[in-house]
């Protein structure tokens, strides 16, 4: 019985999403006395959406049916996107609560999108399985 590596993008986007929440609506509330923890916590959000979000465009690898070549010329594309919505988010700060701009949530942004194209290049991209072209 052979594992479908396709399911790993999912999993980073559920584990993604689950830390998400957890930091946003837990940790952030509960463990604000260490100043190192603060200022982590603070740009976790950040850090977490950089890393996780851009494997979403891989959570169906079958739509690329030109092979690696198209699937990573797009998860290029949504990294640079994700990390341009960030940052944009920060500078712009369209959202009730929201209201500081911090250069740790840019950097941590910064190095969410970073690792997640580094997982992507050097390890995910041999693992996933896409369609032959036609």
């Not at 957890?22 to 952030?28: K, L, P």
Request: glycine fraction near 8%; charged fraction near 15%; proline fraction near 4%.
């Amino acid at each position: 019985m052979s594992v479908n590596r396709n399911i790993i993008p999912l999993l980073i986007c559920l584990s993604g999403s689950l830390s998400l929440i957890f930091v946003q609506f837990y940790a952030r509330r509960f463990y604000f006395d260490n100043e190192i923890v603060k200022l982590f916590l603070g740009s976790a959000p950040n850090l977490i959406v950089g890393f996780w979000f851009p494997f979403s465009i891989l959570l169906r690898p079958k739509i690329f049916t030109s092979g690696h070549g198209t699937a990573g010329k797009f998860f290029n594309l949504y990294c640079a996107a994700t990390l341009l919505l960030l940052i944009g988010f920060e500078i712009i700060r369209p959202f009730e609560g929201a209201q500081t701009f911090d250069y740790f949530d840019i950097l941590a942004s910064l190095l969410g999108v970073g690792a997640a194209f580094l997982l992507y290049h050097l390890w995910l991209k041999k693992k996933l399985i896409f369609p032959a072209s036609n």
